[in-house]
């Protein structure tokens, strides 16, 4: 028998994989969630259905998701991650040696606990003494949080599906308190889906995010097992600016994706997504 | 009744698109080819069932295999193309004012046969006066040819599959009759596969047009429907460096893609991707 997992990214659009074995399968309180042994691409976890991360390109994302930010503030010190209950993007955070506090928000345990147990190369930095793991509504917690972080990273699920966990996290409100939760000098990114497949949803969090933050940039990394291959993420900041960063300047990490130059050509938009962005900027200043 | 087209792009990994109607589908005399009308990516070009390229995301490919070099060379005049046949290649090479012949070198008439009639969007430029078409095989066409272009596109099909047509378009030998094709100060771009599934292949063109061209540089697109959604091309040029293009200078061009800054952006490589080349660049120098 040959199993394979097949993800629908669109109604008319699936990705699927050679499946060796399922490692977890289960309803959580929140979704369906499901870790499998692909051959391709390693172990791979999926939330409804979606792919969340794998073994093999997951150092895309989780890089490309802090060091941008980690790198444009000159001393980040406390930072918070909404979602991300897999643990690779707080491993990511703790590669900066600055860095004294790294909070996980993220509402499903199970996640958590999953990826403990059957992907430890993602989530082994999770029992560092400087991460605070608290299972609840990342909205809420940031909500109560004032002045209180250099860095927040928005490590989301889709703002779709039957659980629709994260669908307030793509809203203006949310980015507003995020604001709130930084400190006056403080960064926040989020991912920001396909610029090919989700040109709604980045024009819509580019106005939300602008309408909170002076700096708003939306950049880009490749990542082949999410849909489209191309995924973008927004960086709002009160302050620093990413493309103003010298390239010289930046700490050496080890890393497999991002480099200094990787930093900044990122956000060189290819031309139908630097319109993209334009046209949010319109819609964002009738506001 | 619902039909789907599926690729298998590795024996375990496989993108399938929603398909409206088949509008042809025959064996050629050198492959399997088939034209399909799916939601997703408008129609499709499918040779041995290999997705060579959709309406929707066809102009990254051409545009990206095509700019770079012509806004390299300072004054590209006579340009080849090797495979290609849907005409996308010729298209963006008519872009340039200054062109005053582009000779298409497509071993499967067939191809431009079909194209013509399902593909117009992409095909349409091939019956620009500039256009030469020679139905044949590329390689001897180009073996034949001496000082003569200023810029050599290899717009192939994979080196692999049943047919195979495509596979001696990756050898060193190879490189070297476009090198002898070239003026003296001429350019080549192959596509090179994706650095994420076919990093052998990498590696092997990376040697083989280093043994003859100077300055031989990698740079990437994002394309969907190709297998990782990051794609690779391989620039091998005997004077003029890519790098060296002031972006102010670059033609303002009609792109939806190519922009100057992506230009150079598309150099700046991951990190993964940088130590493949620099792998490939010891094995060069030991041949």
Redesign the interface.
């Given at each position: 028998m040959e199993l394979?997992v097949?993800e629908m990214q669109?109604?008319?659009?699936?990705?699927?994989?050679?499946v060796r074995r399922t490692l977890v399968e289960e309803q959580t309180d929140y979704q369906h969630m499901a870790i499998v042994e692909?051959?391709?691409?390693g172990r791979m976890l999926l939330l409804d259905g979606m792919v969340q991360t794998t073994e093999v390109?997951e150092f895309?994302y989780h890089e490309m998701i802090v060091h941008v930010a980690l790198n444009t503030h000159p001393n980040p010190k406390r930072v918070a991650v909404i979602g991300g209950g897999d643990g690779g993007t707080i491993r990511e955070v703790l590669k900066h040696p600055g860095v004294e506090k790294a909070v996980l928000m993220e509402i499903d345990r199970r996640v958590v606990e999953a990826s403990r147990e059957f992907l430890p190369s993602i989530s082994g930095a999770l029992d560092d003494p400087r991460v605070e793991i608290r299972i609840g509504d990342g909205f809420g917690h940031i909500r109560s949080a004032e002045n209180e972080y250099d860095v927040v990273l928005i490590d989301s699920t889709e703002p779709v599906g039957a659980g629709g966990a994260a669908t307030g996290l793509f809203s203006p409100e949310f980015y507003a308190s995020v604001g709130r939760a930084l400190k006056a000098d403080g960064i926040m990114v989020a991912q920001t889906e396909s610029p090919?497949l989700n040109q709604e949803l980045i024009r819509r969090t580019q106005a939300g995010i602008r309408a909170t933050f002076p700096i708003t940039r939306l950049y880009?990394a490749?990542?082949?097992t999410y849909p489209?291959?191309?995924w973008s993420f927004t960086l709002g900041s009160k302050v620093y600016d990413p493309l103003a960063v010298d390239p010289a300047n930046i700490r050496q990490l080890p890393?497999?994706?991002?480099?200094p130059?990787?930093h900044?050509?990122?956000f060189?938009?290819?031309?139908?997504v630097?319109e993209l962005v334009q046209s949010a900027a319109a819609v964002g200043g009738a506001v």
């Open positions: 394979w097949t669109t109604p008319a659009l699936g990705i699927t994989c050679k692909t051959e391709q691409f390109d895309v090919f880009l490749s990542i082949p489209s291959g191309l890393t497999r994706y991002y480099t130059h990787v900044h050509a990122a060189q938009l290819p031309r139908f630097e």
